[in-house]
C-alpha cells in the first residue's frame, strides 16, 4: 500500500502546523539533529497486520517457560514492525521497520526486524522461583537509532542522572541507563527493581538502591541485575517493565515491557480451564495477551514523542502522552482471526497516560457483543467470573482500564461467525472528562474476523456459573462496600493526589502534596515528621512506613481535575469503596490549614502567608498529629463528604496493584503488609525481610509521565522480628 497524495499533503500540513520552533528546537537543530516530522495515525492503513501472538501458540512473541533454569533476558536495541508490513513512507521508500527496544530471551544477538517487541512472556510457577538475569546491552543516548529518546530527556526532573549533570537544561547523551521492574510482584524490596535502582548499558554507573544477587567467586558485569523472584503469591497476571527515575515513560514508550504470568500448580481450576489459557480436550488455546499502547509515528515510520514542554523549568517534559496511533502487542491496528468458539485474553494497559473503555461492536450492525468474562484481576483470579456485557446497561457495560491495570478475560465469539467484530474504545482523554476518541482511529483497538461455525468447544465456559478458585482472602466485603467483618485497620491514612500548575500548565504532579525526596523543596529542608531512612549513601524521607503484617485503610482525596491510577508496590490491595466529596469546600480548608513560609513563591516573589497552598510543601498538618482521625497531616475530608459511598464494581472486587482514582472523589482502599493469602484478620509475615539491605518500595501514579515528575513515594516496611526461609544473599 502507499499513501495517496492527498494523505501526503495532510500529513505535511499537520506536521507544519504543529511545529512550533521552540528555544529547544533550535538548539537541537544546531547540534545537527535530524527533526522528526509526525505521521498522522489518520494515516496509516488499519487492520493490514495479525496481532502478534505467543511463539508456543504459533506466533511471534517469546514464551519463556519458567523452571528451575536460571533466564537470561536482554534489553536491546532493533527494528520491530510496528506498522504495515507493505506499508510505504511518504518519502517514496518502503517501510523497514521502527527501531525500538525490547527485552529478548537468551544471549543470542538477533539480527534482522522482528514481527514485535512485546515480551517475553515468562510463565512462572508458584513455589519455584524464577531467576532472571537482566542484561542491559542498550549502548548509548548518542548514538540509538530511537530517535526519540534522547530528544524527550528531560534532565530537569528528578531523573536518574548518570552522569551526575545536576539538572542541566540539555538533552542526556550518556549510556543509557535501565531497571526491570516486577508489577503486581511480591518481592524483596532488593529486587523490586524500583527507580533508583538503575544501571547503564556500559556498566560504569548505578542507582544508589542497585542490587544483583551475589555471583559466587566471579566478578559478575556491571550492566546486569540478577533477581531471583521468590513466586510465593498465588497465581496472578502480572508483568514487568522499566521503572528509571524520571524516564519510565520513555523507556516504556520504546518498548520495554513484557508480561509474567504466574501459575499455580497446587490450584485446582475449573474443568476446561487451563493456567495459561483454555483447555479444549487434549490442547491448550493460550491465553492471547493484548497489551495496548498508543504511540505517534513520523514520516519515516519510526516512533515519534513530543518533547516541547510547556514550561520553562522543564523544556521537555510534557504532563501526559497521548498518542494518535493505537498498538496492539506492538502493531498498529492489528486484526485477529478466531473460530466462533471461545477466547481467553489478558489485557495489559502498557501506555504511558490513555485510557481504554472497551466492548465488542460490529461496526456495521452496530450490535454490541459479545459480552467479555472478566475471571481475573491484577492481583489473581476472581471468586467467580464477572460478565461485562455491553447491552446491559445500567449494569457492567465497559472494560475501564488506566495505564499498569490487567484483566484477564473469556470472550465467547459463538453466534459471531462470519462476522467482523471491533474491540472499541471510547474512554475519554484526560479520563474521565475529556473529549471521547476519534471513532475511526482511537476509537478503534483491534479488529477480530470471526470464521464460519459453528465450532464444538469443551473449553471452559463462564457463563456456565459455579466458582473459579477457593474463596479469595477478603479484607473487604465488596456488597457493602465495607470492610469485612470483624477488621479493625491499625491505621488509617488519608492523603491527597495533587497537581501543580505552573504559568504554562501543570508543572509537576504529587501525592500528598510531598515531592518523592520528603523534603520541602527540591534542596529544601526535611520534614520533621517524616522518617529519615538512608540506603547506599542517600537520605529519603519516608512519610509512609508501615509494619509489616498490619491492615491500613488508605484515603486517597483526588483534588486534580483526572483520574489517576494509584500503584502500591510489594503488596495488593482490596478496593474498599469510593465518595463524592465538596470539592470547593474542601480545597479551601486544604489550602487555610497551609502555615504560610519563609520560601518564597516564584509567581509572586514573595514569602507564602499563611492560608495560601504552598506547592511541594507536604501537607499542611503535621503528618501524624494534624488530623485526629487519620495520618497524612489532611483536614479530615468527613465533613465534606457527599452521598453514600459506593462499593466497588464487580469487577475490581478481587486483589488490586493499581486502581482508579476518579476527580472529585475519595477513594478507599484496604491494604495489609502481608502475603495476600494470609487469613483474613491474622497478622501474616512474608517469607523475606520486606526491608531487606534496608531497602524500601514505592507508591505511585501508573500514568507514567506522571510519576515520571514526582508522583511517586518512596516507602518502607517496619519488619517483624521472625526467621525468614528466603534469605538475601543466600537465596536472592
Ligand atoms: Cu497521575
Known sequence: MRLTRREFVGVSAAAGAGLVIGPQILSRLVRGQVLQTPLPGSAIPQFTDPLPLLDVAGGTIQTLIAG???????????????????????????????????????????????????????????????????????????????????????????????????HSMDHYAGPIPVVPHLHGGEVPPVLDGGPDAWYTSDGKYKGHAYYTKPTKGKKAPGNQAIYRYPNTQEAAPLWFHDHLLGATRLNVYAGLAGAFPLVDPGLALPAGLHPVGLQRGASVDYVIPLVIQDRMFDTEGQLYFPSVGINPEHPFWIPEFTGDTICVNGKAWPYLNVEPRRYRFLFINGSNARTYEMFFVNPITKLMGPSMWQIATDGGYLDAPVRIDPNALPGLTKLVIMPGERADVIVDFAGFGGQTLILRNIGRTPFPKGPPPNGSTLGQIL?????????????????????????????????????????????????????????????????????????????????????????????????????????????????????????????????????????????????????????????????????????????????????????????????????????????????????????????????????????????????????????????????????????????????????RSLLMGTHY
Open 447 to 723: 479488529q477480530v474476523r470471526v470464521g464460519l461455525g459453528p465450532v464444538p468447544d469443551g473449553s471452559y465456559d463462564p457463563a456456565g456459573g459455579g466458582s473459579l478458585r477457593p474463596p479469595l482472602v477478603r479484607l473487604v466485603d465488596p456488597a457493602l462496600g465495607a470492610l469485612a467483618p470483624g477488621l479493625v485497620p491499625s491505621k488509617i491514612r488519608q492523603l491527597t493526589l495533587n497537581e501543580v500548575m505552573g504559568l504554562g500548565g501543570p508543572l509537576e504532579v504529587l501525592v500528598n502534596n510531598t515531592h518523592w525526596s520528603g523534603l520541602h523543596m527540591m534542596g529544601g529542608m526535611p520534614r520533621m515528621d517524616f522518617t529519615p531512612v538512608t540506603v547506599g549513601g542517600v537520605t529519603e524521607h519516608h512519610s509512609e512506613v508501615p509494619m509489616e503484617g498490619d491492615l491500613e485503610v488508605w484515603e486517597l482525596v483526588n483534588i486534580t481535575a483526572d483520574a489517576h491510577p494509584i500503584h502500591t508496590h510489594l503488596t495488593q490491595f482490596q478496593l474498599l469503596n469510593r465518595q463524592g466529596f465538596n470539592v470547593g469546600g474542601y480545597n479551601a480548608a486544604y489550602e487555610a490549614a497551609f502555615p504560610g513560609t519563609d520560601m518564597v513563591d516564584p509567581m509572586t516573589g514573595m514569602p507564602y502567608p499563611p492560608g495560601m497552598y504552598i506547592p511541594g510543601f507536604g501537607p499542611p498538618l503535621d503528618y501524624n498529629l494534624g488530623n485526629p482521625r487519620a495520618l497524612g497531616g489532611n483536614p479530615d475530608i468527613v465533613p465534606f463528604l457527599l452521598g453514600p459511598p459506593r462499593p466497588p464494581e464487580a469487577n475490581e472486587a478481587g486483589w488490586k496493584d493499581t486502581t482508579i482514582m476518579y476527580p472529585g472523589e475519595l477513594t478507599r482502599i484496604a491494604i495489609r503488609y502481608a502475603p495476600l493469602d494470609t487469613p483474613a484478620g491474622m497478622s501474616g509475615a512474608y517469607p523475606f525481610d520486606p526491608n531487606a539491605g534496608g531497602h524500601g518500595y514505592v507508591w505511585h501514579c501508573h500514568i507514567i509521565d506522571h510519576e515520571d515528575n514526582e508522583m511517586m513515594r518512596p516507602y518502607s516496611v517496619r519488619p517483624k522480628a521472625v526467621p
Open 68 to 166: 528451575a533454569t536460571p533466564l537470561e533476558i536482554h534489553a536491546r536495541e532493533f527494528r520491530s514492525l510496528m506498522l504495515p508490513r507493505n506499508l510505504v513512507l511518504p518519502n517514496g521508500q518502503p517501510y523497514g521497520g521502527t527501531w525500538v527496544w525490547g527485552y529478548i530471551g537468551g544471549a543470542a544477538v538477533p539480527s534482522g526486524v522482528r514481527d514485535t517487541y512485546t515480551g517475553p512472556v515468562v510463565v512462572g510457577a508458584r513455589g519455584t522461583p524464577t531467576e532472571v538475569n537482566f542484561v542491559n546491552d542498550l549502548g548509548s543516548a548518542l548514538t540509538s537509532r530511537v530517535r526519540f529518546w534522547r530528544d524527550a530527556t528531560d534532565q530537569t526532573i528528578h531523573w536518574a542522572d548518570p552522569l551526575g549533570t545536576g
